[in-house]
């Protein structure tokens, strides 16, 4: 839920940000730094203060609000970088022989900007399955994640259940990583797709 959200509300941002100049673009772009750049249990508190005002405390959305506000800067900055590396001549070419700017957006760019948005959207889902303190501060008692549900079942469980649960959450990790090592070269982010 959290990568399909981030997609949607960060992909139209990071393509402003790569092609658009306006007023306070550094600062916009900026400003989706803060979250990491933050001790995360302030951020949350500040979070869990507005949350509790609004009637988000203990609620599936409050904590996917959480998760996309961690998985941000991710979903902005890459994707945007890959946007930037599309030659702006080759969307200029598809408009002149009459491609419609939305199609030109998802036959052209899209395509070619890729590999960047496969590993932003790689990292948000693996931030969004490690995320604990902020699931625990906004979606308690209602709401259980599974990195969150450790911190009581290891203690309750013997030495060796933190080892076991920690393989658990690390196998995912690791299929998603051989699944889609190709797009996590360096070569691959910075020459997006090759025509």
């Known amino acids: 839920m959290v990568t399909l959200l981030s997609l949607v509300v960060c992909l139209p941002a990071a393509y402003a940000l790569a092609r658009y100049d306006f007023k306070g673009r550094s600062l916009v772009r900026l400003s ?72 030109t957006f998802f036959m052209i760019t899209l395509p070619m900007a890729k590999p960047g948005i496969i590993v932003a959207a790689l990292y948000t889902f693996l931030g969004s399955m490690e995320e604990a303190q902020g699931s625990l501060l906004i979606g308690l008692p209602n709401v259980h994640t599974m990195p969150s549900e450790l911190y009581g079942i290891i203690m309750s469980f013997p030495d060796t259940a933190g080892a076991v649960f920690a393989i658990v959450l690390l196998v995912p990790s690791v299929v998603l990583m051989i699944v889609f090592r190709k797009y996590l070269s360096a070569s691959a982010l910075s020459n997006g797709l090759k025509m």
């Open 32 to 103: 989706f730094l803060f979250t990491n750049a933050f001790p995360k249990m302030g951020i949350y508190t500040a979070m869990a203060v507005i949350f509790y005002k609004i009637g988000l405390m203990g609620t599936f959305f409050g904590v996917v609000l959480v998760h996309i506000v961690n998985t941000m800067m991710f979903m902005v900055w890459i994707p945007s970088g890959s946007f930037r590396t599309v030659h702006i001549q080759q969307e200029e070419s598809a408009r002149d022989v009459g491609a419609s700017a939305l199609r």
